[in-house]
């Protein structure tokens, strides 16, 4: 009974998470080629039946980069969710599944740069959540926001 003087567990507040050096910026400009990609698989030329890639997967694109966070650790698999939600993470890796449909409708250019964005996608937060530092600092996210950007540019200007 001599510890009841201590504070219980519940009771610490743990110490605030500091960000990393240039995290704000960073986190911006992925979430600003985040809209970028959404917007570009928004405007894909596929028919009404194929709403599902112009729609729920647009969204989840946006979703995902726009809700980036370095501190969120959740593991999951062994990785950290880095702010993916699960529903949003299982929309990115249904595309899969979709591609042979839409693939009547899309350029092969089309169809990789798609391809490629929702893997890039899936798979930032979870990198995001394993090495913040190292990710933010050494310029990764920024290297990968462009890849981004160069699949959309790639694609658009195969169709020109």
């Given amino acids: ?26 986190l911006a400009q992925a979430a600003a080629a985040g809209r970028r990609a959404a917007a570009w698989v928004r405007n894909l030329p596929l028919p009404a039946s194929e709403t599902w890639i112009v ?19 959740t593991w999951v698999d062994g990785t950290g969710r880095g702010g993916l939600s699960q529903p949003t993470e299982e929309t990115l ?7 042979p449909e839409a ?3 899309l350029t092969c250019e089309q169809q990789l740069a798609l391809l490629g964005i929702a893997h890039c996608v899936s798979g930032i937060p979870k990198l ?7 990710v933010i600092e050494s310029g990764g996210l920024a290297a990968l ?7 959309c540019r790639t694609a658009r200007a195969s169709v020109l």
């Fill in 128 to 134: 995001l959540a394993n090495d913040p530092g190292t």
């Fill in 93 to 99: 890796n249904s595309l899969i599944y979709a591609m």
């Fill in 55 to 73: 729609g729920p997967l647009a969204d989840a694109i946006e979703d995902a980069m726009t809700s980036l966070d370095p501190g969120d650790e």
């Fill in 1 to 26: 009974m001599f510890l009841s003087h201590l504070p219980s567990p519940s009771a610490v507040k743990p110490e605030p998470r500091v960000p990393w050096s240039g995290e704000q910026e960073a």
């Fill in 103 to 105: 693939a009547t409708w």
């Fill in 145 to 151: 926001c462009r890849a981004l950007d160069i699949g």
